[in-house]
């Protein structure tokens, strides 16, 4: 219920950036960092649901996160690195990832369905929740980028070439969600780390407080 508000007071927000309303930057981020640890908060909660479902071996032979298609995207790869940059580089990245996952999310949220797993409906609605919560984030942060100048416009997208489907059998659907989830979860939280370092200076606080 919590995460329904935050996400309807953002994308009234939003709306109201949309026709000129008068929202200061920093409150934008702010709204954005609570939605992104929601979308973070989301991903890892269904992940660790999946995971119970295979043994310790089973985990050995699953992709590894290098195979990720957002893993060649340029950009800082922890907090340290994102104070490094900035903000209109560190906003342009973490637009790029959130893009890059719209065809992936898609593909997970119409083969949610089919999964042969005891909690389908439950996984089937939370895959829609996290493609939600995506689109609205992406929408909300174009919006903004456009108020910050070209320079946090430019955007790197990495396609995704999976299939439109996880797999003819079972065990292949599971495990193809499964690495899929495991992927968003990083960039989720990516995502998260580097709204928050951007809502930090935009409020002006030390790196150590971010």
Known sequence: MEGTRTLKL???????????RAI??????DLASQHSDKLHSL??????????????TGHKIMTRPSMCHTATLQGPTDKN?????SEHDLLSVVRSLIQSWADPLLTMSANANT?????????????????????SLGHGLDILSSKMGPA??????????????????????LLNLQFLLSC???????????LK?????AAKMQPDMC
């Open 115 to 135: 999964l042969p797993h005891p909690a389908q409906s439950t996984i089937a609605s939370k895959v829609q929740e996290l493609r939600d919560n995506s689109n």
């Open 152 to 173: 946090s416009q430019i955007l790197s997208i990495l396609p995704y070439e999976g299939n439109a489907d996880l797999g003819e059998d079972n065990i292949s659907k």
């Open 24 to 29: 200061p930057i920093g409150d934008l981020l």
């Open 43 to 56: 991903s890892t909660l269904l992940t660790h649901e999946l995971d119970t479902l295979f043994p310790p």
């Open 184 to 194: 968003f979860r990083r960039d989720s939280h990516k995502i998260d780390s580097f």
């Open 10 to 20: 953002f994308v009234t927000v939003v709306c109201m950036v949309a026709v000129g």
């Open 197 to 201: 370092v951007l809502r930090c200076r």
């Open 81 to 85: 690195q994102a104070l490094q940059l």
